[in-house]
C-alpha cells in the first residue's frame, strides 16, 4: 500500500464521448500523488483508443462483467491509502483531491469523507447554480436508509483498508451496487461530509439512472437497502429510515413503470410486460391509475382539438 496515494478508478462501458474530459480533470488535481487505474469492461466504441492516449493511464481490459466487476478490478490493482471510483463521464473539480485527503488526516477516525456534486448537461453547463448543503444532523448511515444523502461515486474518498471491512461490490446487483457499498460502510465507519463540491455530475440520455428502466431499478436499489434489514431490525430509528427509504424509492421509479408496461406489451414482449407488472402490482399499484387518468385526458384533448378542426 503506498501511503497518501490516492487510486483514481475509472470504470468504463463505452463511454469514450466523454472519457478525455473526465481523465483530464484528473490530471489537473493541484494533490498530485495519484495513480489512474481505467478498467474496460468490454466495450465496443472507441474507450482503449481515448485511454491509451494518457502514458499516465494504467489501463485494463477484462471482457464485459458489469460496473460492479470493474470497479473490484480497479480494487484489486490499486496500490493506494485512498481510493475513489470516478464516473467515465463526470468532470472532477481541481481541488477534489486535495479537499477529500485533507478531510480524511483532520478526521482519522473516519473511514470516507464526501461532498457535493454539480448536476450539468452534456455540454458542461450546469442544470442550477443552486446547492443545497447535505443535512448532517442525523447519520450518514441513516441519511442513507432515508435515500437522503445524494452521493455520485466520484464524490466520495474512501480509505483503501475500508473493503477489507466491508468486502468488495456487489456483482449479483446490476445496478445500484455503489449505493450498496455506501450502506454497508457507512455502517461499519463513521464518514465526514465537507460539503464543497468537487464533481461535475454529468446527467445525459446514457446515464443508468436515466435509461435504466424503472422496474430494473426498483428491484435492484430495493435489493440493495433490503440487505440491510438485519442490521437495522430493532432500532427504531434506523426501521423508520429504512421504511421511509423504501417507499422513496418506490415512489420514485414506480411512477414510471406503467408506461415500461404499455411499451413493452406494443413491442410484443409479453414475458417482459408481465414481469413489470408484477412489481408495479406489488409496489405502486395507483401508478396503473394514474396512467390510465394521464391516457384518458391525452385521448380527451386530442377529442377536442379534432371536434374543434371539424
Known sequence: MS????????????????????????????????????????????????????????????????????????????????????????????????????SLKAHPNCGFAFGLCKCVRNDGLAFDSSLEPQE???????????????????????????????????????VSNDYDVFLRVARAFPGYCHNQVVVDYRQHSSNVSITGK???????????????????????????????GKQHWISLFGSDMAYEVAANLKAQKFASAAQVMGLLLRYYPQGLVKYAIERWFKLWSKLLVTSSAS
Not at 154 to 167: D, M, P
Not at 231 to 241: H, I, L, R, T, W
Open 214 to 244: 424503472p422496474s430494473r431499478m426498483l428491484y435492484y436499489t430495493l435489493k440493495s437497502l433490503g440487505k440491510q434489514w438485519k442490521s437495522v431490525k430493532g432500532n427504531q430509528e434506523y426501521e423508520a429510515a429504512f421504511r421511509s
Open 3 to 102: 501511503a497518501n496515494t490516492v487510486s483514481v478508478i475509472i470504470p468504463c462501458y463505452n463511454a469514450a464521448k466523454f472519457l478525455e474530459e473526465a481523465i483530464e480533470s484528473v490530471l489537473a488535481q493541484t494533490y498530485r500523488q495519484f495513480e489512474i487505474i481505467l478498467v474496460n469492461d468490454g466495450s465496443t466504441d472507441n474507450t482503449e483508443e481515448v485511454a491509451t492516449r494518457y502514458p499516465e493511464v494504467r489501463y485494463i481490459y477484462q471482457k464485459n462483467q458489469g460496473i460492479a466487476a470493474a470497479r473490484n478490478t480497479g480494487l484489486v490493482e490499486s496500490c493506494g491509502e485512498y481510493v475513489v471510483f470516478h464516473n467515465p463521464d463526470d468532470i472532477m473539480r481541481s481541488n477534489a483531491l486535495e479537499i477529500g485527503v485533507n
Open 136 to 174: 448532517m444532523s442525523l447519520d450518514i448511515y441513516q441519511l442513507l436508509l432515508r435515500s437522503r444523502c445524494f452521493v455520485p461515486p466520484s464524490t466520495v474518498l474512501f480509505r483503501h483498508i475500508v473493503f477489507e471491512a466491508v468486502g468488495n461490490f456487489d456483482r449479483t446487483l446490476v
